[in-house]
């Protein structure tokens, strides 16, 4: 199971950290060799990958947020983070966890909403 939170509603400019938490089945030494991914949906668009974290730590961005948002994990508690920063308009969406495959079962996401 994949829980995202942290969410909200931000002025643009603003930041907002995202937490996904994996548990079941995903976990018990499964979890630390999964390379995982960040993705987003915006309203009437197709979900796009937002970043990746390979399970060395290595990090890739879609160019949209390069330079603005940073992934990390924390494999201990089995928990990928999206520190985002500089937020604009357009990063309006839902945003979800998943490995780079989105092999796993989707999570119900958590909604950013940018606006002034």
């Known amino acids: 199971q994949l829980v995202e939170s942290g969410g909200g509603w931000v002025q643009p400019g603003g930041s907002l950290t995202l937490s996904c938490v994996a548990s079941?089945?995903?976990?018990?030494?499964?979890?630390?060799?999964?390379?995982m991914a960040w993705y987003r949906q915006a309203a009437g668009k197709e979900r796009e990958l937002v970043a990746t974290i390979s399970n060395g730590g290595d990090t890739n961005y879609a160019n949209p947020v390069k330079g603005r948002f940073t992934i990390s994990r924390d494999d201990a508690k089995t928990t990928l983070y999206l520190q985002m920063r500089s937020l604009i308009p357009e990063d309006t969406a839902v945003y979800y966890c998943n490995n780079d495959a989105g092999s796993l079962s989707w999570g119900r996401g958590t909604q950013v909403t940018v606006s002034s």
């Open positions: 079941g089945s995903i976990i018990g030494g499964i979890y630390e060799y999964y390379t």
